[in-house]
């Protein structure tokens, strides 16, 4: 019995939680859905709202939120756009556009992409990457610029890529823009990205295509 009374009173404050105080609707809330109304108890305190109005309020909390968020930057990265020149050259036309995105300049990502397939690269005046390098597939790149972007672009702890690379003492920090957090950019013992300017100006030069 004394269970069958306690059930019964939580369901009267549930009924009393649900209900819609007629009074709060006449004073301004016509038009607007039942679930959006304050809801009231006999003396007329307020008990708050009802459950699938608090709910519409965190789902929209959630999507504004999670607008532009990396899945979705991610998904709009372009997809490299593959062209073969001859046997032993491959072209990625829109090579610059992605440096765009990743908002890093051409020359950073070029030489990122030499270190990995041990290939000398060049630049044409629309900043297309042509490479010493025979591509077995047309989607060879792009693992090689997803890695690009989780190394050298991603931020670890909002994982957009709207972020900044620095060198200060020989140390690569990634500056994220939306978050402002940093993590040091730790370069693997076969890619030498760090090089000095000097060097990477050496080699530039003696590139020939």
Avoid: W
């Avoid at 009374?5 to 607007?32: I, K, L, P, W, Y």
């Avoid at 709202?49 to 929209?60: A, F, G, K, S, V």
């Avoid at 890695?147 to 500056?175: G, M, P």
């Avoid at 370069?187 to 080699?203: L, M």
């Amino acid at each position: 019995m004394r269970q069958q009374a306690t059930q019964m009173r939580q369901n009267n404050r549930m009924e009393r939680f649900f209900e819609v105080d007629e009074a709060a609707a006449r004073a301004g809330h016509a038009g607007s859905s039942p679930a959006a109304f304050p809801v009231t108890d006999a003396n007329g305190q307020g008990k708050g709202y009802r459950y699938e109005h608090m709910l519409t309020c965190i789902h929209e909390t959630l999507t504004k939120s999670n607008k532009g968020t990396s899945s979705s930057e991610r998904n709009q990265l372009p997809a490299p756009q593959i062209e073969m020149i001859g046997k032993k050259k491959t072209m990625i036309t829109n090579f610059g556009r992605l440096c765009e995105v990743f908002h890093r300049t051409p020359e950073e990502v070029k030489e990122f992409i030499e270190q990995e397939l041990t290939a000398n690269g060049n630049l044409d005046s629309k900043q297309a990457l042509i490479l010493k390098y025979q591509a077995r597939k047309a989607n060879d790149f792009d693992k090689l610029f997803i890695r690009y972007l989780d190394e050298y672009v991603k931020c670890n702890a909002c994982h957009r890529i709207d972020t900044t690379l620095t060198k200060e003492n020989r140390i690569l920090t990634l500056h994220c823009n939306v978050c402002t957090a940093t993590r040091t950019v730790n370069v693997s013992h076969d890619n030498t990205y760090a090089a000095s300017t000097e060097k990477r100006s050496i080699k530039r030069n003696a590139i020939t295509l």
